[in-house]
């Protein structure tokens, strides 16, 4: 069996939870299956693995319709695959027409939705429609769609309701438990002026209305000042949102003066050595399918204080792996909570019942640590799609 795996992100061009899974996915795959990878972005030097950039006529056209014009490159390649496997909207639409094109079906991964993003049409302006466009034509004419969690599959399931749901799987994301492991150095805390010893919330994310991250700013506001915050945060959505937060953040280091902000994408060796240190980790999301870098922070030891939105319950087990914070959200598909106010407050008295107790903190700690690797390690992830796969094909008649 081969299969195209097509996607924007794929190393070293990661940045997002998606790109971590394609790249994880692919390694355990080929000790299955023949896998061809097809990413956007520079050339790279991975054996069965081939690059592609926008065509050079729509140069500084709208973003939307550049990823369009490289999806139909894409497609043209998939010429003798038994099945075509696509990764987020980027790559949705080379599925898509792959699968028009040569006859073979097409499997899409669902990392997140475009119509419970709306916040994007800031970003991209008309290009949302052309993103929300692709999505839904792929989602609908789709062989099978991987859905990241249960809490995913039910999105998918109302956002497009003429998809069938025997065609819909479930399929947790997964971590790499030896390489997101405890980290005792600090050199990457040290020379950023971060305390090793303070008790520290630590953030990852991109800076975009989906992660949440002023409604956390809002709340470190009704935490004492001893409670040291790491913020690796970059790649803002919108010039609105990056101002937002870097208010933020100047208030809050008025009042305290050790809230630090980490721009950069961090090397994976120095990112566990800021988990591994953290008292908790948070992730104050308004929309996450399942929340990989809860994973990430669990595998390196790290309890977790989340919102208890998408996929992230069946990450973070309640009073056992950390906390989690229940709201109810606006059904207007922003995920914005229907009373903020109570959201930060709620999210605030977690993380000071999570920061008063470090003896409890530790031991949640490693129970995530045990959970990590019980429950979501790629080998089984790996064996499952490929199960998926061989559904997909034999329905298809393959």
């Known amino acids: 069996m081969r299969v195209d795996l097509l996607t924007k992100e794929y190393p070293p061009e990661v940045y997002g939870g998606a790109g971590v899974h394609v790249a994880e996915l692919s390694a355990v795959l080929r000790d299955h299956i023949e896998v061809q990878v097809r990413a956007f972005g520079a050339d790279r030097d991975e054996q069965d693995t081939t690059s592609y950039r926008p065509p050079a006529e729509l140069s500084g056209s709208n973003a939307a319709l550049s990823t369009l014009g490289t999806d139909l490159l894409i497609a043209a390649d998939c010429e003798g695959a038994d099945l075509v496997h696509s990764h987020t909207w980027y790559a949705n639409f080379a599925g898509h027409v792959a699968s028009l094109l ?6 899409l991964s669902a990392h997140s939705l475009e119509p419970l993003r709306p916040w994007k049409a800031e970003q991209l302006g008309g290009g949302y429609r052309l993103s929300s466009f692709a999505e839904r034509a792929a989602y609908e004419a789709a062989a099978g769609v991987i859905a990241v969690s249960a809490g995913m ?19 947790h994301n997964g ?10 150095e600090t050199t990457a805390l040290t020379s950023r002026g971060i305390d090793p010893e303070a008790t520290t919330i630590v953030f990852v994310g991109r800076i975009t209305r989906q992660k949440g991250l002023p409604y956390f700013l809002r709340a470190v506001r009704e935490l004492p000042a001893e409670h040291q915050v790491v913020l690796c945060a970059g790649a803002p959505d919108t010039p609105e949102i990056a101002a937002e937060v870097d208010d933020l953040v100047a208030e809050l280091n008025r009042d305290r003066g050790n809230v630090h902000l980490i721009t950069e994408m961090l090397p994976r060796t120095e ?23 809860n994973l990430e922070a669990m595998a390196c030891g790290t309890p977790v204080v989340a919102s208890a939105t998408g996929g992230i319950p069946e990450v973070v087990v309640d009073g056992e792996t950390g906390y989690l914070v229940h709201f109810d959200q606006l059904t207007d598909g922003t995920g914005t909570p229907t009373d903020p106010e109570r959201f930060i407050a709620d999210m605030a ?45 034999e329905s298809h008649g393959a």
């Open 271 to 293: 990112l566990t050595q800021i988990l591994t240190h953290a008292t908790t980790f948070v992730c104050p999301s308004v929309y996450e399918p399942l929340g990989i870098v």
């Open 102 to 107: 040569h006859g073979m079906p097409h499997v």
């Open 153 to 171: 599959r039910e999105d998918i399931l109302r956002s497009y309701p003429t998809v069938d749901p025997a065609r819909v799987h479930v399929v």
């Open 175 to 184: 971590i790499d438990i030896d390489q997101w492991s405890p980290n005792p």
């Open 349 to 393: 008295r977690a993380l000071e019942r999570m920061l008063s107790d470090p003896d409890r903190a530790r031991q949640m700690g490693e129970a995530s640590r045990r959970r990590a690797a019980e429950h979501f390690s790629w080998t089984s992830i790996g064996e499952r799609t490929v199960e998926v796969y061989r559904a997909v094909l």
